[in-house]
């Protein structure tokens, strides 16, 4: 596609319900990125794909969050057992080499309620 | 692990004023990059800069890497109501891009 695709675009949930949030990146892009960013807030690492090497999975908050990416394309972030402090915007980004940023999704925004 | 600081956190300027924002990377960089997000937005890319010591120019905005290439500096001389957000600086290290936590700039007309 033309740019980054994260869907949903919102989301609320009951906490305690689990919850797939899933993103798109540029066609042939090695490289993508799940960011978190609560209200007025900076970007938080979650997880970071890069081609078949194993995902650098040091920024997720929990083991309720994971995140698989099938075939070095399409990207699910999974968290479990929803609690409220989950709630924010979840940005997906994607790169290449051979370009030097990183393309941003619009963002899934998730309300635990 | 690698980590990259920004500061301030936050910056509230009257209009027609400077303003800078700070990064420091705690490992030398291969690139430094810059984004800004608009609000309501995601990050969009502003610039690359690769060389120690580069210095970038965009209309009111000067990027800067340092010598050692572990520190770099967005500067916006006599902001506008359109500087508004958050601005992110991106060390580049092997093939990773890490994110600064960001300077939410608000702007008094």
């Known amino acids: 596609g033309a740019g980054v695709s994260q869907s949903p675009s919102n989301k609320v949930t009951e906490k305690g319900k689990d919850v797939e949030l899933r993103c798109d990146p540029i066609s042939g892009h090695t490289a993508l990125y799940w960011y978190r960013q609560s209200l007025g807030q900076g970007l938080e690492f979650l997880i970071y794909?890069?081609?078949?090497?194993?995902?650098?999975k040091s920024g997720l908050p929990s083991d309720r969050f994971s995140a698989e990416r099938t075939g070095g394309s399409v990207s699910t972030l999974t968290i479990q057992r929803t609690q409220q402090e989950d709630s924010a915007v979840y940005l997906c980004a994607s790169s290449t080499p051979y370009l030097p940023e990183a393309f941003f999704g619009q963002g899934t925004r998730l309300t635990v309620v | 692990g690698q980590q990259v600081m920004q500061i301030p956190q936050y910056q509230h300027v009257q209009e027609g004023e400077d303003f800078t924002t700070y990064c420091n990377s705690s490992?030398?960089?291969?690139?430094i990059q810059w984004y800004k997000q608009r609000p309501g937005g995601h990050p969009v890319f502003l610039i690359q800069l690769v060389k120690s010591g580069e210095v970038k120019k965009q209309k009111r905005l000067t990027f800067q890497f340092g010598e050692a290439k572990k520190n770099s500096s967005l500067h916006i001389t006599a902001t506008q109501t359109t500087d508004v957000g958050t601005y992110f600086c991106?060390?580049?290290?092997?093939?990773?891009?890490?994110f600064g936590s960001g300077t939410r700039l608000s702007i008094r007309p």
């Open positions: 490992t030398t960089l291969s690139n």
């Open positions: 991106a060390g580049g290290s092997a093939s990773k891009i890490i």
């Open positions: 794909f890069q081609g078949n090497s194993a995902p650098d």
